[in-house]
């Protein structure tokens, strides 16, 4: 438990006294959590994962270590008491068509999407789309959307940014094994170099922009949701990408007459 708690907190780049502080105990009462000297109350423990903001998964984790049982159920997204959950967020993939939009667990694979979403995949290899397909793999692989992505090296660098965040987040080696594979692609390192230097001029938001061919260029933005009050480990990971025009034409070949259902197919 101690070795598990320091590493956390180290990770976070806090003192002792810093999560002391902010979890109200001593800082000497922290020291001997760290090394072992003194077994903290299952309260304690989940005290210290909130003040480090460790993920639901990883407080089961720690309290397992400190030798409780977990707080924190893993359900299935297809159990029955999911539905609520599962039903709304399944309501806001619909409303977004004819915008893509995804749900996405920890692991950046695809659990849930829409019709829009599942156009822009269209000719990508079956084993490049799972099971289950992965959206780090399908964006970064050159047999995937990377050939199809006209800004490439701009959006390679914002998904391992992105996805270097997780890592850091959750510790997950799953994650940085994933990392570890994705920049092994042929030419994602290259394209990593070819990135501008931070102190030019950036535009507000990072866009996707993919070649739909004959001369059709689709520019997206995207954005993150996440459950607000988790308290099970599956709710707790889920994230609803959706995806939006950055552009009037982008709009146009989304939701117009010449919609992305027909162009996309």
Do not use: C
Request: cysteine-free; glycine content about 6%.
């Amino acid at each position: 438990m101690g070795t598990l708690l320091r590493d956390w907190r180290q990770r976070r780049r806090l003192s002792q006294m810093d999560l002391a502080l902010s979890v109200n105990v001593s800082t000497r009462h922290l020291s001997f959590v760290e090394t072992g000297r003194s077994r903290p109350s299952a309260e304690l423990v989940l005290a210290l994962a909130e003040g480090l903001d460790v993920p639901l998964r990883e407080r089961n984790t720690l309290l397992l270590a400190a030798g409780y049982a977990p707080r924190y159920p893993v359900r299935p997204l297809e159990d029955a008491e999911m539905e609520p959950a599962r039903e709304a967020v399944q309501r806001m993939l619909n409303a977004h068509d004819p915008y893509p939009g995804v749900v996405v667990d920890r692991a950046w694979n695809i659990v849930m999407a829409n019709n829009a979403a599942a156009a822009i995949t269209t000719g990508i290899p079956d084993e490049l789309l799972g099971p289950p397909p992965n959206v780090y793999r399908i964006s970064l692989h050159p047999d995937g959307l990377a050939k199809r992505t006209l800004n490439f090296p701009e959006w390679a660098a914002h998904l391992l940014h992105q996805l270097g965040r997780s890592v850091a987040l959750t510790g997950d080696p799953g994650l940085a094994a994933l990392e570890a594979e994705v920049r092994a692609y042929p030419g994602v390192e290259e394209a990593l170099r070819d990135q501008p230097s931070p102190l030019e001029r950036v535009p507000l938001l990072v866009p996707f922009r993919l070649d739909l061919g004959n001369g059709q260029e689709l520019s997206l933005f995207t954005t993150l949701t996440t459950f607000g009050t988790p308290r099970d480990v599956t709710l707790d990971e889920l994230a609803v990408e959706l995806f939006y025009p950055a552009d009037d034409e982008s709009a146009r070949l989304l939701g117009g007459r010449g919609s992305t259902a027909s162009t996309l197919n």
